[in-house]
């Protein structure tokens, strides 16, 4: 079935250890996105790829950074990571636009961070 | 003002019972509009998307009014298993959406 796979499902990392959260897709789609989910809030987009063209979101902590290596893969590097860091990290995907499912999401199934 | 409001709840209904939720939007440009399911430590899933007139999906119905920024989600014969937390999702453009908080539903028997 195709899916989007998120590792690892659970991270535990030291507060100011990087730390490098994976996505992989199998639909093709090419637009991927990674959101911050805290308890009892809302998803919270990071940035999202068209493609490889990466894009920011304002608000996003220069702590956060991503790469897309090809059209499957999608990682979430924290650089320092601090105890306001630990959340669920979810990976989504979308297809292209010009389909009639263009701004439907597809999730992952999340990799929870705990930051000692 | 955020972007998408809605009331988190907790909802605790009976089961049978019918519930509705209900979510407001400040973006007049948005264009869609979903509601999607999220279970208890798990990620979002698409429940449905909703249009303009209005749309049924067996005992979920979904209804927009543009004119009041206002969307709706109705819950027909509440099953246990219906119970998790509702986020209401609208498009900002550009394939981006934007989430409310969220509505936690506990079905009880």
């Known amino acids: 079935d195709a899916m989007v796979i998120q590792n690892p499902r659970y991270q535990v990392t030291q507060f100011g250890k990087p730390v490098t959260l994976s996505c992989s897709q199998t639909l093709n789609h090419n637009v991927m996105y990674w959101y911050q989910q805290k308890s009892s809030q809302a998803p919270k987009l990071l940035f999202h790829y068209y493609d490889k063209d990466f894009n920011n979101e304002a608000d996003t902590p220069d702590n956060f950074q991503s790469r897309r290596p090809n059209t499957s893969f999608c990682f979430l590097d924290i650089r320092s990571p601090g105890l306001g860091d630990a959340a669920m990290y979810l990976c989504?995907?979308?297809?292209?636009?010009?389909?009639?499912?263009?701004?439907?999401?597809?999730f992952g199934p999340g990799t929870r961070l705990t930051v000692l | 003002r955020k972007e998408v409001e809605q009331d988190p709840g907790p909802f605790n209904v009976p089961e049978g019972a019918t519930v509705a939720f209900n979510c407001t939007y400040s973006?007049?440009?948005?264009?869609?509009f979903f509601w999607y399911r999220q279970d208890c430590r798990k990620e979002p899933k698409l429940l449905m998307s909703v249009y303009s007139s209005g749309n049924e999906d067996g005992r979920f119905t979904a209804q927009l009014n543009r004119a009041s920024q206002y969307i709706s989600l109705l819950i027909r014969d509440s099953k246990l298993s219906d119970s998790a937390t509702y986020l209401c999702v609208v498009n900002k453009g550009a394939q981006k959406l934007v989430f409310g908080q969220g509505t936690r539903l506990t079905i009880n028997p």
């Open positions: 973006n007049s440009a948005s264009q869609s």
């Open positions: 989504a995907t979308s297809p292209p636009a010009g389909l009639a499912t263009y701004n439907e999401q597809f």
